[in-house]
């Protein structure tokens, strides 16, 4: 989703996977200490970067700022500013609201981990105009960057904490027990027409189907939690709550 920094200046550090979790949690217990321990969803995340962090959010119309259509958010790291397209604003567009949570916590995600990289010193949009008012950093749909990664991580783990999830989802199942594709099957049909009827269409991708299946289970959590349905689907597979496959059991 973002355009990268020039070579100059710091590199991208190297995270495992728990690294993400660990920052996150961090994030998490530091607000908490001054605003309230966060234990129910949906993690406020809009209060967690104005009041914690302290940036300043605002919605821009980012085609117009920087002449480019594809741009969901922008950090100015030296004023403090964080930036989100007008049309994730979820006063004036409900449905952009999971895009726009995740989106602001990606934001939090750069600013957590790499904002030293983002100096204006190593100001990377020569893509820009050059009367744009350009920030240290923008992030555009569809990169897939080693640092968009990272930025992505931390905003699935800090917005789903997994314990939380955890709780959640057992108190919605029942059971800590995953749900596996192969027990969806037997309401292929009936899911499929109903996640077409709420999409609108169906994408034409690997593994489209399997997806909208796994998101369909992934939907009473994506409410709770006011993200996505694809983004709750991912989380819920990285902590094995969803699964493609049955493991099978050596005796």
Not at 9 to 32: I, M, V
Request: with cysteine; charged share 25%; hydrophobic share 40%.
């Amino acid at each position: 989703m973002a355009t990268r920094a020039t070579s100059s200046g710091p590199k991208l550090p190297f995270l495992k996977d728990r690294d993400f979790e660990d920052e996150a949690a961090l994030l998490l217990a530091e607000y908490g200490q001054q605003h309230g321990v966060v234990s129910t969803p949906p993690v406020p995340i809009d209060e967690i970067v104005e009041l914690h962090l302290g940036l300043r959010l605002e919605f821009n119309d980012m085609q117009q700022l920087f002449g480019v259509d594809d741009v969901h958010g922008a950090l100015w790291v030296n004023q403090m500013r964080v930036g989100i397209d007008h049309r994730l604003d979820p006063a004036a567009n409900p449905s952009m609201l999971g895009r726009y949570r995740f989106t602001l916590a990606h934001e939090a995600g750069h600013w957590r981990m790499h904002r030293q990289i983002f100096k204006r010193a190593a100001n990377q949009l020569l893509l820009l105009p050059e009367s744009a008012e350009r920030p240290e950093y923008i992030c555009r749909s569809g990169d897939s960057e080693p640092i968009e990664y990272q930025a992505n991580r931390f905003a699935s783990c800090v917005l789903m904490p997994r314990e939380l999830v955890r709780r959640c989802w057992e108190e919605w199942r029942g059971t800590p027990d995953p749900i596996y594709l192969d027990d969806l099957r037997a309401k292929q049909q009936q899911i499929l027409v109903a996640e077409v009827l709420r999409r609108g269409g169906i994408r034409s991708s690997e593994n489209a189907i399997d997806n909208m299946l796994l998101e369909h289970s992934a939907r009473p959590l994506a409410g709770t939690f006011e993200v996505s349905p694809e983004a709750m689907r991912i989380r819920l597979e990285s902590m094995g709550l969803l699964a493609r496959k049955k493991e099978q059991l050596l005796f």
